[in-house]
Nanobody
């Protein structure tokens, strides 16, 4: 499976960005993506990667408290793509952003989703 994130950049506090994540690979990988929840993760310097938003195959979304009300996750299964609309960005949102299926470690190992894309850098200046 290949995960390619894009859309990051440098933005001033209060600004907006829209991230995209394109998923490609085998039919099995694509089907795994389509039937499972998919999430956006981020990793700030010196911190662990954290899940900040997830969307189920049916479109139900959940968010971490510090992005709730500012970020919106969506998916287009026909295009095998996940999006993250980020509004009212804050300096604390500065991080590398990744997407991936939301799976247990074991399920990642058997589906190929244990690999991560290169991520996309988001930098928010104050």
């Amino acid at each position: 499976v290949q995960l390619v994130e894009s859309g990051g950049g440098l933005v001033q506090a209060g600004g907006s960005l829209r991230l995209s994540c394109a998923v490609s690979g085998s039919t099995f990988s694509i089907n795994t993506f389509r039937v499972n929840s998919v999430g956006w993760y981020r990793q700030a310097p010196g911190k662990q990667r954290e899940l900040i938003a997830a969307i189920s195959s049916g479109g139900n979304a959940n968010y971490a408290d510090d992005v709730k009300g500012r970020f919106t996750i969506s998916r287009d299964n026909a295009k095998n793509t996940v999006y993250l609309q980020m509004n009212n960005l804050k300096p604390d949102d500065t991080a590398v952003y990744y997407c991936n299926a939301v799976l247990s470690d074991y399920d990642r190992s058997i589906t190929g989703f244990d690999s991560w894309g290169q991520g996309t850098q988001v930098t928010v200046s104050s």
